[in-house]
């Protein structure tokens, strides 16, 4: 059991210090050379869609046999299609700005010091996530063209895609003269090993976790290496008074329906008491019309007498359903609202719907999440619709970076100061 | 001892939960009270000097009687000067320009979304610190002017100034009708307590901890909160093969001996083989002058044949000295000085000394440290000198800061979204 465990830890160690190596050269590598290893990758990936088909079998024949649930199945199986637009999304990749050497502020002190502040990779980035085995192609090859070595540990439903997938990523490295250690795999998915690489933070700069909230709390618990995560998106829509009706139906419903399991879906709706009496009904209706489950407190219950609703308790306010499923509370002002979305909220997307300037800047001012909304649903909040060109994850922490994350989220600075024999 | 240790959670907690609360109003309050507060407390401070010295010899007595060392009793002491000047500081801090409320990024979607990228507080900051008692003050007021409510654990070497500092800033919160939760102090420097608040990730959000190497990895071990920090100062200079003589010698002797037991200050010398013969006996000479000592390599060793030196060990180049001794080694190259760099060094500040730009660019693009200089001491690396107009700490950790950190490394950013409808 011990030597077991001795192993592991060796294991881990030796990815953690191959792959803060290979940051170190990956720092400097110039853009072109990352970007024909993303093509190489895109290409290779493309010309072995076949095998990569095979071996992932192998993980949904294990799938099947373990009877896991069938979305999870579906977001494990590999097409042919899924393939290629895993291809284009690396190339897309490739397309991006280098985000690495870029004069973020530069300035010259009375001594005559000129001080450069400079962005550079963070370093070494850990990812932990679950089942969806696209995830390894994306993060790695994010991380590959911000300069990071990349760490990635994936679930085991995954396991035998993963292992393919790292293959190729390694070939492509290889192709284009890149260290071969800037990516890669942990090819355990025990928790010990896990644990351990979480300590490692003399080789690890950034560990971000994807997946279920059980899985980034044993991350976040368990790290001593700085986490970067949302555990849940407990998202709000808040209609003000000055609410206009049909602008306040479209977005709660887009918010609330257009993709029930994602995490900048509104779990909440709040509603001024001054528009609860003509826009609740409306607004219940529609969501009624869509099959949302209506839990409301005691004011929205005699308010929608004669809809079918529940009683929501205080805890239903917390919940990130991730379903049909809508907690209600009418409030008596725009501060009660701030005041119920940043008790009841994770700081992920809320949303104030209103014609009245001045109540909308207190909406941004007071509540205390990553991003908030003005006149808009909460389903924008995406690396992709926020123009970032790509998304390795959403921030709710308040340090480095919050909200969606794409590659300038995966850089640090530092600076460098030019002098004449400057002594102080 | 149990119902001891709940009491001491129970505490925590409770100050942890005031503090969200005060950092909720705080991050809306404008420019104007925040500094009415800072005037009101540097009044205060110089109002009650003579009751501050009078608290700060109880503390003076307890060090004497425990025989603490002179220079920890001399940091701990007050004198009327000491606290005008901390006053004047404190007036400084209400000069520098709000961080909180800038617009950092801001564009227009192709969808109409209009998105801001805003500088917000962090939230509620930690900050655990050792002896010196002004840095109560002087956190207390960097945290109030970037709008972050602050939770202050001091040393129980200055606990009674400490406890009356704390009391004077409740006062100038008070008179300034700011929520008096903004800034407390912990009330024990009970370590179970310090534990405890270490855990509580869901009212604080950053912890930067001051003082020595210890604390410091107590802190960073035991916390779930996010931390910024800096361990050790080990600095280096690196003399070129085309480094200009005297400029050389001015800058290693500024960056070793100026002040010893700062982190900025050098730790270690590489000299390349090219230069060694003629350069490294002057260096050695200015250095033997200032009765530093001389650690050397063997080839170092061999040059420096008539020089009182003595061998030095591979651990030599790992460690923070902070005082008069060097550990010197002769490097093949600008890539074998990098090396040793990244390899011994803490990633604080290193500096190159050429007249050659290609191997300056060459040694900031490959010196993997907070910052990095070409031509100067090491010493300036403090917020001060990068005009900050504060510093709150130095971290060479690469999320959220790096380098100094000042006012705007106080602060997060949240996106605030303006639309006219916009669904997905």
């Not at 190339?91 to 009375?110: F, H």
């Not at 308010?303 to 907690?327: K, M, N, R, V």
């Not at 969606?404 to 030019?418: A, D, F, R």
């Amino acid at each position: 059991m011990d030597t077991e465990k001795d192993n592991l830890d060796k294991l881990v160690t030796d990815i953690a210090k191959r792959a803060r190596e290979a940051s170190l050269s990956l720092a400097t590598i110039d853009t072109a050379a990352k970007n024909q290893a993303l093509h190489a990758l895109a290409d290779i990936l493309e010309e072995h869609a076949n095998a990569l088909i095979v071996e992932n079998k192998k993980d949904l024949a294990a799938a099947e046999a373990l009877e896991l649930a069938k979305p999870m199945i579906e977001r494990l199986t590999f097409t042919p299609e899924r393939i290629s637009k895993m291809a284009e999304g690396v190339r897309q990749v490739a397309a991006l700005e280098d985000p690495v050497g870029e004069v973020l502020e530069s300035k010259t002190r009375p001594n005559g010091l000129v001080i450069d502040k400079i962005r550079v990779p963070i370093g070494v980035v850990g990812i932990i996530y679950e089942s969806r085995p696209n995830v390894t192609v994306d993060c790695a090859v994010l991380c590959l063209k911000s300069g990071n070595a990349a760490i990635l540990r994936g679930g085991k439903e995954a396991f035998h895609t993963n292992t393919a997938l790292a293959g190729y990523i390694t070939q492509a490295l290889e192709l284009s003269g890149l260290p071969t250690d800037a990516v890669q795999i942990i090819p355990t998915t025990d928790r010990w090993a896990l644990n351990e690489l979480l300590k490692l933070d003399q080789y690890i700069h950034c560990i971000i976790p994807r997946g279920g909230e059980s899985l980034i709390r044993f991350v976040a618990e368990n790290s001593r290496i700085p986490v970067i995560k949302h555990y849940t998106g407990v998202c709000s829509v808040y209609v003000d008074k000055d609410a206009d009706a049909e602008l306040a139906e479209s977005v709660v419903i887009n918010a609330k329906t257009q993709r029930v399991s994602v995490c900048n879906t509104i779990e909440n709706l709040f509603v001024h008491k001054d528009a609860a009496t003509t826009l609740l009904p409306k607004l219940a209706k529609a969501l009624a019309d869509k099959n949302v489950e209506l839990r409301v407190d005691s004011t929205a219950g005699d308010i929608l007498g004669d809809f079918d609703t529940e009683p929501a308790s205080e805890d239903d306010f917390y919940e990130e359903y991730l379903d049909y499923i809508i907690a209600i509370k009418v409030v008596d002002s725009v501060r009660d609202a701030m005041n119920a979305i940043n008790k009841y909220g994770s700081g992920h997307s809320d949303s104030i719907i209103t014609t009245n300037e001045v109540t909308a800047r207190q909406f941004f001012a007071g509540v205390d999440s990553a991003t908030v909304y003005w006149n808009a649903s909460t389903r924008f909040t995406d690396g992709f619709e926020f123009g970032l060109g790509a998304e390795i994850g959403i921030s709710t922490d308040r340090l480095h970076a919050r909200g969606p994350m794409g590659l300038n989220e995966l850089c640090s600075y530092k600076y460098v100061i030019t002098g004449d024999g400057q002594v102080k």
